[in-house]
């Protein structure tokens, strides 16, 4: 269980501690973008093996059982999760790399919402797992996830305002990190007919999903089993 804690704080630190630092700026400099980019490839890919291999060879140490009841809710919030994924996938992204020019932009669709529902749908794909799975190597292997999903959105956004400060103090106060903070504050607006599109793949992607989840991963998503 030792070997999964390093793991998992190795996975956070990497993409937290380096990605969403000033030592990312310093290892660019010295390395070049497509050098640091190359390198942090490389150091991630390391980081999610060790973190799987480690997973897999942890001891089972149970901490609860859900009930078929949270079961059903850990199903109903991985379809918001998909959809959220789908949100942040068919619209232009202006917290990806290389997406700069989405800042001038209207943030539409799954961006009205949130500015950052890429990083929620991991977040709460681990909080689900985590749930579901209800032992300590779970909570461990999935909740590296949640934590660096939940910590880079601040990060991303400090990230970005460095760069371009101005223009994105203009995209900021039309969005939120919180969901739907921004609509309950008048800084945006809520329209449904840009979300049919992500709600109807994050739906149909949700359930071959739960369909093939036991020939891929060799658990059932269902709380009924078979």
Not at 10 to 33: S, Y
Not at 80 to 102: D, I, M, R, W, Y
Not at 159 to 178: C, E, H, L, Q, V
Not at 217 to 224: D, N, R, S
């Amino acid at each position: 269980m030792t070997f999964l804690v390093l793991t998992a704080l190795l996975w956070v630190g990497v993409h937290v501690g380096i990605a969403g630092t000033a030592v990312r700026g310093r290892l660019a400099g010295q390395l070049g973008d497509n050098g640091f980019r190359g390198a942090f490839s490389l150091v991630s890919v390391v980081a999610i093996s060790l973190l799987v291999i480690t997973w897999k060879s942890a001891p089972y140490v149970p901490l609860w059982q859900l009930p078929a009841a949270g079961g059903w809710l850990v199903v109903a919030a991985m379809l918001v999760a998909f959809v959220l994924f789908a949100g942040s996938v068919l619209t232009p992204n202006a917290t990806s790399v290389g997406q700069e020019k989405a800042l001038d932009r209207e943030a539409t669709g799954m961006f009205r919402v949130t500015r950052h529902p890429m990083l929620w749908s991991f977040a709460l794909w681990g909080v689900c797992h985590i749930a579901s799975n209800g032992n300590v190597a779970a909570t461990l292997f999935f909740g590296a996830f949640a934590v660096t999903a939940l910590l880079g959105m601040p990060s991303i956004d400090a990230k970005i305002a460095g760069r371009d400060p101005a223009r994105f103090a203009a995209y900021a106060r039309a969005t939120s990190i919180i969901p739907f903070a921004a609509i309950a504050a008048g800084r945006n607006r809520f329209a449904p007919a840009e979300l049919l599109r992500p709600v109807l793949v994050g739906a149909v992607v949700w359930g071959l999903l739960l369909y093939t989840h036991p020939y891929i991963f060799g658990v059932y998503a269902l709380p009924t089993g078979q």
